[in-house]
């Protein structure tokens, strides 16, 4: 994040963990991201800062995040999103490497609505399954294979603001730095100069979303593992995610297999 954006962000009121769940856990959510400049978020912070309070865990106000998704062999989470099925899943486990605690999160999606079940989860099984944590899948969401095919597939990790916007009790999540990897060495980066925005509300947009239309974004389509899996294996269908993976993280999708010539063998 910009030394600008983290002047503006420091200088604004802070709220603690417990509040900020209290008015705004949003397990269940309508979300909205935005990739936006880093320029533009210091700008936005500074328009907003009366009605901004920042998220203050012992006088640290950016926090770093790891995360690791589970897909089947098959990818049923991660092309359930790229083709927009009513009915998809995510599984993964969040670190929060600051403190040490992890958590594993299971996001189902069913129309507009986001639900997210969260449960504690050793940080030293982060990447893997283990028996509870499957008990915990099978028990929360239909995983097409069953959730014994799930495998560590990508890890991501970033650094992130959160903000609570006081008077309408949104949630402002703000990520930069974001890297990441898959399980076979491949690696890939979102430029610096960006910040992945997030709104999270119970309803409809409200005065962050107005904010950030003015300044000429709109919501954008950016999944940080499908965008991540999509970049690092560009034989996947990316669909959705074409126009964002093209403009700012340079990507071209893999190049179709040339056709047989008649007469020739293969």
């Known amino acids: ?11 604004l009121t802070p709220v603690g963990l417990g509040e900020l769940l209290a008015v705004a856990e949003l397990q269940t959510r ?8 880093q320029e533009e978020l210091a700008a936005l912070a500074k328009d907003m800062g009366g009605e901004l309070a920042v998220l203050e865990i012992q006088g640290v106000r950016r926090f770093a995040y790891e995360s690791v998704y589970f897909d089947t062999p098959a990818l049923s989470s991660y092309l359930g999103t790229a083709r927009s099925r009513r009915r998809r899943f ?3 486990t969040r670190t929060y490497l600051d403190s040490g605690q992890c958590m594993l999160e299971i996001k189902t999606r069913a129309g507009v609505a986001t639900v997210k079940q969260r449960f504690d989860y050793a940080a030293v099984d982060r990447h893997r399954l283990t028996d509870e944590g499957r008990w915990r899948i099978e028990g929360t969401v239909q995983v097409p294979e069953g959730a014994a095919a799930l495998e560590p597939v990508l ?3 970033y650094r992130r603001v959160t903000a609570l916007h006081v008077p309408s009790g949104a949630r402002l999540t703000c990520d930069t730095e974001l890297r990441f990897e898959d399980f076979t060495g491949r690696e890939g980066a979102i430029s610096p100069e960006l910040a992945v925005v997030e709104v999270k509300s119970a309803g409809r947009s409200g005065p962050v979303d107005r904010r950030l239309w003015r300044a000429g974004y709109r919501p954008c389509p950016i999944s940080k593992y499908g965008t991540g899996m999509a970049f690092l294996r560009p034989e996947l269908p990316a669909n959705k995610w074409n126009r964002t ?3 700012h993280f340079g990507w071209r ?13 293969m």
Do not use: I, N
């Not at 994040?1 to 200088?11: I, K, R």
């Open 245 to 247: 993976l093209r403009r």
């Open 30 to 37: 309508v979300d909205r991201k935005y990739l936006v400049s």
């Open 155 to 157: 890890v991501t990790r």
């Open 90 to 92: 995510k599984v993964r």
């Open 1 to 11: 994040m910009s030394l600008g954006a983290l002047q503006v962000f420091g200088g």
């Open 253 to 265: 999708p893999a190049s179709p297999p040339a056709a047989a010539q008649p007469g020739l063998s």
